[in-house]
């Protein structure tokens, strides 16, 4: 089936830097989403994105996060400055329309 | 607010046996129900999108929805040892039925 792309599969970085996660949609996909999942816990909307703009973001969607897709290259999701409790993994999801979203294989993120 | 629920946590069944994964919801008004299942260190796998009572069947597996009972189940026909992994329940909410709730998942082990 159609395969979504994540990079890196793992990160580990100091409290307060800055980290980008990567995602590789689906080619042809308009909406593009990222999910969080802590360990042990259910996997979380954060936020989706068309044509440009956020559509919904959660209120796990905090103030230091952000995402943009620049001229249709990588869906990013960037944290800044990062604290412990970002700490997990995320999801990247892209879909054709607002149908079955398409999933990556996460991104394991470690805030020392 | 929609809440998402799995059960079993964990399920153990042998190869062959009808294996059977339950969800309940709290909002009978989404109409998305999708079945995912995750391999370790992988993404997430659609097995069965299901958008009106009844059921509906992708290969070996089967979805049966029930929103009046706040219920959907997935059935697996002849599981496999490939087929053991944790298996996912998203239901979609939000204006445009684009934001999914997933329950915590069921960890099913198909044992030769």
């Known amino acids: 089936g159609p395969k979504v792309l994540q990079i890196p599969s793992h990160q580990i970085i100091d409290m307060g830097q800055m980290v980008t996660l990567n995602c590789d949609p689906v080619?042809?996909?308009?909406?593009f989403y990222w999910y969080k999942q802590i360990l042990g816990q259910q996997m979380e909307f954060l936020v989706n994105?068309?044509?440009?703009?956020?559509?919904?973001k959660s209120k796990l969607f905090k103030d230091q996060f952000s995402v943009e897709r620049p001229d249709g290259s990588y869906f990013t999701l960037k944290i800044q400055p990062t604290a412990l409790e970002d700490s997990a993994v995320y999801f990247c999801?892209?879909?054709?329309?607002?149908?079955?979203?398409?999933f990556g294989p996460g991104t394991r993120l470690l805030v020392l | 607010q929609q809440k998402v629920q799995q059960s079993p946590e964990s399920l153990t069944v042998s190869e062959g046996a009808m294996a059977s994964l339950n969800c309940t919801f709290s909002?009978?008004?989404?109409?998305?129900f999708r079945w995912y299942r995750q391999h370790s260190a992988k993404g997430l796998e659609v097995l069965v999108s299901?958008?009106?009572?009844g059921e509906k069947e992708e290969g070996r597996f089967t979805a049966h929805l029930n929103r009046a009972n706040l219920h959907v189940s997935l059935h697996i026909r002849e599981p496999q040892p490939s087929d053991s992994a944790v298996y996912l329940c998203?239901?979609?909410?939000?204006?445009?039925?684009?934001?999914?709730?997933f329950g915590a998942g069921t960890r099913l082990k198909v044992i030769a």
């Open positions: 999801a892209s879909s054709l329309q607002q149908d079955t979203q398409y």
């Open positions: 909002d009978g008004t989404s109409n998305n």
């Open positions: 994105f068309y044509n440009g703009k956020v559509m919904e």
């Open positions: 080619s042809n996909h308009l909406y």
């Open positions: 998203a239901v979609s909410t939000g204006t445009g039925n684009y934001k999914y709730v």
């Open positions: 299901i958008f009106s009572d």
